[in-house]
């Protein structure tokens, strides 16, 4: 079948590689109808996480059709339209019955890396790297799912594919935040990022009764998206101070929750940015995390700062200091699909969350290079590229 592969820092090329086929009883196929380009695969595009190796196949958020079924298999049928949770989890280890499945303690078949790096590792993920599993990605005609009861959902009749899709990784990863942040009916929640995460992660917020959303970016044309599809209010940090803003906003106290959706490459006002990127290149910190840095200095006394984007080791000039003095919690996770997809589909059946505006650029495999190219740049109005890799 012909795939995405990786091909080098920001290269990625269509191969031939092997097609999947069932390796354990609760495994299915999936034919491949849709799978977008998520901010993460830039960190790894990048080279930031370097466990990739050329012809690795790319593509964790994903929706298709079901050609084959384990014998295990209960919930899936072939001709099924499924779209599934981009980390790996079991669905019967410890951290699975508490539901943090991407903390999932067999989703990750090669722990060593992450357990080395980390003190402990995460679930797998499709198409991101041996660091995580080494899955095959979703950017590819047909993909193997593992444990196919636990991270592949029906999706409802009217409920389009390109809505769908983004139930697999930005949507519940915006969930993931919002809810384990713990937010709730009045609360003021600021959003940094105003990609598919971000925009998201303030539809959450919405649908769970904050008082006031606020997105920060320098994109204006995915601000107009947030103002306008999701409903939050915005703020461009290019023209705006940030922090003198969200306290004149807040009536002069800072945001309750905020909620970090830009990640390992953030870019930002000032000398600071200049300094991550340095030391980024010089390899003495893995990750620029202007975004953080920041959301934590606004936050308000003793409320939560979640951390959504991907980081991959350290960093520095980390204010420490503002999180003790201030009464901060700092949280983090990768999304928990499993747990949230379910609800986001019943919601996308009430249109309650819409994502298509999300596509932008739906391609086929072979402009994946161009298509990651815009998503990289953030060109032609590029939110998502979508790939259709069997048209
Ligand atoms: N935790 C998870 O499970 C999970 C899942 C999916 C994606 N992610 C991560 O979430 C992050 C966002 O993903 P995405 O797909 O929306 O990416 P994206 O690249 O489309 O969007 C990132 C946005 O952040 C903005 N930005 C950059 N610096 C900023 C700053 N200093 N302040 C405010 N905004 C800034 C950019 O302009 C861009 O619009 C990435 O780090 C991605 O790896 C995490
Ligand atoms: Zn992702
Ligand atoms: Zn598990």
């Given amino acids: 079948?012909?795939?995405?592969?990786?091909?080098?820092?920001?290269?990625?090329?269509?191969?031939?590689?092997?097609?999947?086929?069932?390796?354990?009883?609760?495994?299915?196929?999936?034919?491949?109808?849709?799978?977008?380009?998520?901010?993460?695969?830039?960190?790894?595009?990048?080279?930031?996480?370097?466990?990739?190796?050329?012809?690795?196949?790319?593509?964790?958020?994903?929706?298709?059709?079901?050609?084959?079924?384990?014998?295990?298999?209960?919930?899936?049928?072939?001709?099924?339209?499924?779209?599934?949770?981009?980390?790996?989890?079991?669905?019967?280890?410890?951290?699975?019955?508490?539901?943090?499945?991407?903390?999932?303690?067999?989703g990750n078949t090669n722990p060593s890396i992450t357990d080395a790096l980390w003190g402990g590792t995460p679930g797998g993920c499709f198409?991101?790297?041996?660091?995580?599993?080494?899955?095959?990605?979703?950017?590819?005609?047909?993909?193997?799912?593992?444990?196919?009861?636990?991270?592949?959902?029906?999706?409802?009749?009217?409920?389009?594919?390109?809505?769908?899709?983004?139930?697999?990784?930005?949507?519940?990863?915006?969930?993931?935040?919002?809810?384990?942040?713990?937010?709730?009916?009045?609360?003021?929640?600021?959003?940094?990022?105003?990609?598919?995460?971000?925009?998201?992660?303030?539809?959450?917020a919405i649908l769970r009764g904050a008082e006031r959303v606020i997105v920060i970016d320098r994109l204006d044309y995915r601000l107009v998206q947030a103002e306008s599809v999701v409903g939050a209010e915005v703020l461009n940090y290019e023209k705006t101070s940030v922090e003198a803003e969200l306290l004149e906003r807040t009536g002069g106290r800072g945001p309750d929750i905020c909620i970090e959706a830009v990640g390992m490459e953030a870019d930002g006002p000032g000398g600071q940015t200049l300094y991550d990127r340095t030391k980024q290149q010089l390899r003495l910190q893995t990750d620029r995390p202007a975004a953080v840095r920041q959301a934590i200095h606004a936050c308000r006394k003793g409320g939560t700062v979640f951390v959504l984007g991907v980081f991959a080791g350290v960093v520095d000039k980390f204010p420490l200091g503002a999180l003790v003095n201030k009464g901060l919690t700092v949280q983090g996770a990768q999304m928990h699909g499993q747990r949230y997809i379910p609800e986001i589909l019943e919601r996308m059946a009430r249109d309650e969350i819409v994502t298509e505006h999300l596509a932008t650029h739906v391609l086929p495999l072979e402009q994946g290079q161009h298509g990651y190219d815009i998503f990289k740049a953030k060109a032609d109005g590029n939110v998502r590229t979508v790939f259709a890799p069997n048209g």
């Avoid at 390109?162 to 009045?186: H, I, M, Q, Y």
Wanted: proline content about 4%; glycine content about 14%.
């Fill in 1 to 106: 079948m012909r795939a995405l592969t990786w091909a080098g820092v920001n290269e990625v090329e269509v191969r031939e590689v092997p097609d999947p086929h069932i390796l354990n009883d609760g495994d299915v196929v999936l034919r491949v109808q849709r799978s977008a380009a998520c901010g993460s695969d830039l960190h790894l595009l990048g080279g930031y996480i370097p466990f990739m190796e050329r012809g690795d196949v790319l593509g964790h958020e994903f929706i298709g059709e079901v050609v084959e079924a384990g014998p295990a298999v209960r919930k899936h049928a072939v001709g099924d339209r499924v779209v599934v949770s981009s980390f790996i989890a079991c669905g019967r280890c410890w951290y699975c019955d508490q539901k943090l499945f991407s903390l999932c303690d067999n």
């Fill in 127 to 204: 198409g991101y790297s041996h660091a995580l599993g080494g899955f095959a990605g979703s950017h590819a005609e047909y993909v193997r799912v593992p444990y196919a009861d636990v991270g592949a959902f029906a999706v409802p009749e009217g409920v389009s594919t390109e809505r769908a899709l983004f139930a697999s990784d930005a949507v519940a990863t915006g969930w993931t935040g919002v809810d384990l942040a713990g937010t709730g009916p009045g609360d003021i929640v600021a959003v940094w990022g105003a990609g598919a995460v971000g925009q998201m992660a303030a539809r959450a």
